[in-house]
């Protein structure tokens, strides 16, 4: 079982800027796919950036030039930053980690991007 611990979300105003952290309860982190999703009040969760052990980040057209996931498999910890950001941003962010077919979610944490 893998914990995940996401924290970073809050209020912010149209295009500014946070960081979203979620650290991560395995030895074996550098082995897993780790995702940002986000659900937004009445649609479905979907999948904004992901970053697997090899490398090779993909985004959602939607945040594509203003978002960037990072990991730090020291840490054990998966970032994303957030910039310029829309009202249409505002959802509750989650966490993911996968491997093979284990998925693991973190708890989700609220950006909120308003006036």
């Known amino acids: 079982q893998v914990q995940l611990v996401e924290s970073g979300g809050g209020l912010v105003q149209p295009g500014g800027s946070l960081r979203l952290s979620c650290a991560a309860s395995?030895?074996?982190?550098?082995?897993?796919?780790m995702g940002w999703y986000r659900q937004a009040p009445g649609k479905q969760r979907e999948l904004i950036a992901a970053?697997?052990?090899?490398?090779?980040?993909n985004y959602a057209n939607s945040v594509k030039g203003r978002f960037t996931i990072s990991k730090d498999n020291a840490k054990n910890t998966v970032y994303l930053q957030m910039n310029s950001l829309k009202p249409e941003d505002t959802a509750v962010y989650y966490c993911?980690?996968?491997?093979?077919?284990?998925?693991?979610w973190g708890q989700g944490t609220q950006v909120t991007v308003s006036s």
């Open positions: 993911n980690a996968r491997l093979g077919t284990k998925h693991y």
């Open positions: 395995t030895i074996w982190f550098s082995s897993y796919t």
């Open positions: 970053i697997p052990p090899g490398g090779n980040i």
